[in-house]
Each structure stands twice: as C-alpha cells, then as structure tokens.
C-alpha cells in the first residue's frame, strides 16, 4: 500500500499519491497544476500513475489531470 502526502505549501493544501505497490499502479488524488512532482515520485516508487482523482474543482487544483 502506497500513501503519500504532497503538501503544497503555496497553496495551503495538499495531494496525494496512492497505490499498491504489487499492481505496479497508483492514483493521484487532487493533484496541483504542475505535474513533474508526481511523476518523479511515481518513476521513483516504481509505480505507474493510472488514476487522476479530484475531490472538488477548485482554482488551486485545476489541475494537472489533463
């Protein structure tokens, strides 16, 4: 089980990367405009990002799910 907190200090909130590690598969939940973060972290864990979720639609989360 992959759980982690990208705080966005800027912005006052945060994102999070989830997953399982055994699948090889994970989820960013809320994810900031700039996407390079999670993708480093992602190649890094050694997990494949397959699933943008978004728990409202805000100006600080739109968003890298594009």
Do not use: W
């Not at 390079?36 to 728990?55: C, K, M, N, Q």
């Amino acid at each position: 089980m992959i759980f982690r907190q990208i705080p966005h200090d800027d912005l006052g909130c945060a994102s999070y990367l989830i997953g399982d590690d055994d699948a090889g598969v994970a989820a960013v939940v809320d994810p900031k405009f700039e996407i390079d973060e999670y993708l480093e972290l992602a190649r890094y864990i050694g997990v494949s990002i397959e699933h943008i979720l978004e728990t409202h639609n805000h100006a600080d989360h739109v968003s890298g799910h594009g």
